[in-house]
Structures are given as C-alpha cells and as structure tokens.
C-alpha cells in the first residue's frame, strides 16, 4: 500500500537534548504517517547528476548525523535515463549507463546497504521536465519497473502534459477575491492566486476536482504501485493543479502546493506566503509539500533559519537540496535543529503550526512580500511559537502575546525555551518579548511548568 497509518514506535528516535521525555517518530517505516525527510538532488546538481553523487550523498547524510534525525530519503531528481526512448523489447525506462554504470538498480542497492532509503523522478506527462521519458500511460510497467528496482519514494512532477490530458480549468476564485485582495481561511475551492493569463479558465466554484484529468493522471500511478509488490511513497509535484490541496490524500503521502522554490529569500518569502493559505489538509499520512530546502544555498544565516523553521512548522516534507560536502556547520546545525524536527515529526500532533496573526497586514492578506509573521501550533513538547521579521532593514523587537496565541490560558504563566539556542529563558506570564534580525524568526517553545511561578 501508498499510505500507511502507524509509526514504528520501535525505530524512533529520542532528541535527548530536549529533555522533555519525548520520541520523535523516525518514517524508517515507509507508512507515510509523518512528512518525508530526506534529500534531493536536483538544486545541487540540476541534469548533470551521477552516481558518484548520490553515493557522496548518501555517505554525508550519514556522516552528518543527519540520517540519525529522520533524513532518510536519498532521490534522483530529473535526467536520469536515456534521453532517447525506451527499450524497445520490454517497454521499459533506460538508465544512462555512462552517469549510473551500475544502473539504478546498483545505485539503490548501494542507498539501502547504508541503511537508507532511495527515491527516483518521473512526470505524469509524456515527458519528463528536463525532456526525458516520462509515465504518462505507461504507470503500470514503470511502477514494476521502480519495484524491481528497490525504489521506496517517487516523486511525480506535471510538465510536459498532452492535450488530451488537459483539463478545461484548473483553478477556481472564491467570491470574496472577486473584487478584493484578501483571502478567507478554508473557502469552498483553491484559494490561488490570481490565475496568470496563459492558465485555463477559471472553474465553477462547486467543481469536482476529483473528476479531472489531473486527478485521473495521479490516481494511475498510484493505483499501478498499488499493485506491485514494493511500498513506494508517492510525491505529487503538480504545482497547485486543480485543487490538489484537496484530494491529494486521497492518493499520495504528499503533494506540492505551489510553483517552484529558488535560491533567493523573496521566494522563499512568497511561498512561505502561498501556503499559509493551503494548510487546512495537511495532517497524518498526507501533507502539503512546499518544496524542497535551500538551506546552503545564496541564503543567509537568519533567511536560512526561518526558511526551516517554518518549512518545519507548516509539517512541510524536508528534503535537502544543496551539495552537503559544502554545507557550512552551521547550516547542517539549522537541519538538525531538535526542537524543529520534533515538531515536523510529531507522533501525536499530525497538524501544522497556522498564522494566528498577520503583523504588517491584516489577517488573512495575501502579500508575497509580508507573509504572515505569527504562527503557532501545539505539539507533544509544548506550543511552538514562530514570529517572523520580513523587514530588509532593520532589526525589530517582536512580541508573543499570549492572549493571542490558541490553545494557551492568558492567565497562566508559560516556560520559555529559545529553539534556536536551546536555552531556558524562564516563566512568563502574558507575553515573552525578544529582538528579532532581518529575516530572522524567533522560535520559542512554550511549556505549562511553571506552578511554582
């Protein structure tokens, strides 16, 4: 099966530098209850990748003690195969022989002796991104194919789709963006953003997404690795199409709710903006996947800290996407962040952290430049609470209002624990106030242990 509904209680992982009792659930178990980690290749290494490179891959995320904290997933991203078509006896999809001599077969082999798990890419068109074969009407023998393989997770883009393939719309506008900016928590369809002139027309507000082309796509695959032998969790990368926030569950562990990331803070600032509008499915066994971690890569220390803290608040898969063998102490430092990555890989909270507020805009106010700046989500360790400085020049002193924040007594005084530093800042009661950098997030945790205060 795709999706799975326990986690193996036996292969987890104690972050002891918590001290707070608690296992964090390592996915070690293919069920797909909690958001993937991993890496992946295509920010380090685009079309050029080769096996030499997955293995150095694979042998750092061990090395780094990454692999102990859940990073488990090693996949080959687009460009893999034979440019030129497939094999003309069976059907099936070609290895370049020349970047993986052992084919990909070998290189899992290789992925799995080191005691983690190895994912591959393909497009639910007729080709592939980088223009190679894609799976479009050919699921069944590539899903064997991926079994016969050793693949434990694939990802799924949408480029390259025929026009038969097309759906009439992809995307619908709530009334209340009709003639205003402002978006609604959990309105009846996608709640996009303004559809660019080259998308197809916009759907009635009662559409079945279920019943389109984009769907249909999907379900193939998912139901061609139902019937193979092997557990491979599916990673839907369709962008936001035809509402896959909605139905994505229905058929993958994860999906993509947006366009893709770039090495810059504006867009990581932008996404961090979009999906804090399409978090309302995420949840055990299925989650809204924002893209991979630039974390390494053209960001700075503190863009680089919130960039991950609130890819792992939103329970966003984390899979790295930077060469490791360059990747600063410090920046390994942020991906191993204990406080984050419990959170990300809760047991027993499947939710995400939300905004509880906006800060520079109203609530609810889609501005890829000011996303929301207050966040917060409970979880077995106590609230984590996120509060983001979008400001480009300045450092700003942020407030975490107590009152505010859901789920917490006003009344009560809190333990304040700083994610970033593991220091325990004390019991507060009200508010816990703190000098936040540009583009830097403070992230504290907060705990109910404070009666003798």
Known sequence: MVLGSRCNTRSSVV????????????????????????????????CNVTEDD???????????????????????????????????????????MTKFPDGISGVADK???????????????????????????????????????????????????????????????PDELQSDVKFQPNGTCNKNTYPQPEFPPLCPQSFDYTTSKTFERAKRMRDAIDSTN?????????????????WGSQVATSWRSSDDIQQNWPRVAALLNFNAFHLSNTDFNGHSDADMLE???????????????????????LFIGT????????????LKNPYLVA????????????????????????????????WAGPSSNGTLVLILNPRNDTTVMKTADFSEIPGLDSKSPYGVTDVWTGEDRGCHKGSYTADVGVHDTMAILLQNRCDNY
């Open 15 to 46: 972050i002891s530098t918590l001290k707070l009792g608690s296992n964090v659930c390592n996915p070690n178990n293919d069920t797909g209850k909690l958001p993937g980690m991993g890496w992946n290749s295509w920010n380090a290494y685009n």
């Open 54 to 96: 997955i293995l150095t891959a694979a042998k750092s995320i061990v090395d780094l003690g990454l692999k102990d904290l859940g990073y488990n997933t090693v996949t080959i991203d687009d460009c893999w195969s034979m440019k030129d078509g497939r094999d003309n006896a069976t059907g099936r999809l070609r290895p370049n």
């Open 111 to 173: 992925v799995h002796a080191m005691g983690l798990k190895f994912g591959i890419y393909s497009t639910a068109g007729n080709m592939t991104c980088g223009g190679y074969p894609a799976s479009l009407e050919h699921e069944e023998i590539d899903a064997e194919t991926f079994a016969d393989w050793g693949v434990d997770f694939l990802k799924y883009d949408n480029c390259n789709v025929p026009k038969e393939w097309e759906d009439v719309c992809q995307y619908c506008l």
């Open 230 to 246: 092997r557990t491979i969790l599916l990673n839907l990368c369709f962008w936001g199409y035809a509402d896959v926030q909605s």
């Open 295 to 317: 974390v390494g890569n053209n960001l700075t220390i503190a863009e680089a800290r919130s960039h991950f803290a609130f890819w792992a608040a939103m329970k966003s898969p």
């Open 323 to 334: 060469d490791l063998t360059k990747l600063s102490s410090s920046n390994v430092s942020i």
């Open 343 to 374: 959170f990300n890989q809760d047991p027993e909270y499947g939710k995400p952290a939300t905004p509880y507020k906006w800060g520079f805009n109203p609530d609810w106010t889609f501005d890829q430049y000011h996303p929301a700046e207050y």
